[in-house]
Nanobody, 124 residues
Framework: QVQLVESGGGLVQAGGSLRLSCAAS????????MGWFRQSPGKEREFVAT????????YYGDSVKGRFTISRDNAKNTVYLQMNSLKLEDTAVYYC?????????????????WGQGTQVTVSS
C-alpha cells in the first residue's frame, strides 16, 4: 500500500512562492507517475500538474502553466511542486497522488493513491 504525505503548505502573500513536497512510502515510487491536484471549498478537485515516472515529461493545468513546476527525486521517493507568482485563486488544499502506471496523466480517475492534503492560503 502506497502512502503519500504532503508538506510545505502555509500562508503566503500574493506574488510569493511556496514549495510543496510529497514523500512516498510502501510502493514502487520510481515506477509511478505522480500528480498534484487542488480543491477549494465548494469546487471540484482540479488538476494542477503531473510528471512521468522518470521525470522527463511534465504537464500542467492551464491556470498554473508558467508559474508552477513539478519535479521528482526518485532517490528520495519525493515529488515537489514549486509554486511561484501565487495568486489569491491558488488558495486550496493541495493533494499529491500516485498512479500504478508510468505515464503522466491529468485524469483524476487514473490515480490510485492520495495524500491527506496540505492547505495553501494566498493573502492579498
Amino acid at each position: 500500500q502506497v502512502q503519500l504525505v504532503e508538506s510545505g503548505g502555509g500562508l503566503v502573500q500574493a506574488g510569493g512562492s511556496l514549495r510543496l513536497s510529497c514523500a512516498a512510502s510502501g510502493g514502487s515510487f520510481s515506477s509511478s507517475a505522480m500528480g498534484w491536484f487542488r480543491q477549494s471549498p465548494g469546487k471540484e478537485r482540479e488538476f494542477v500538474a503531473t510528471i512521468n515516472w522518470k521525470g522527463g515529461y511534465t504537464y500542467y493545468g492551464d491556470s498554473v502553466k508558467g508559474r508552477f513546476t513539478i519535479s521528482r527525486d526518485n532517490a528520495k521517493n519525493t515529488v515537489y511542486l514549486q509554486m511561484n507568482s501565487l495568486k489569491l485563486e491558488d488558495t486550496a488544499v493541495y493533494y499529491c497522488a500516485a498512479t500504478r502506471g508510468l505515464g503522466a496523466t491529468p485524469r483524476l480517475s487514473e490515480y490510485d493513491y492520495w495524500g491527506q492534503g496540505t492547505q495553501v492560503t494566498v493573502s492579498s
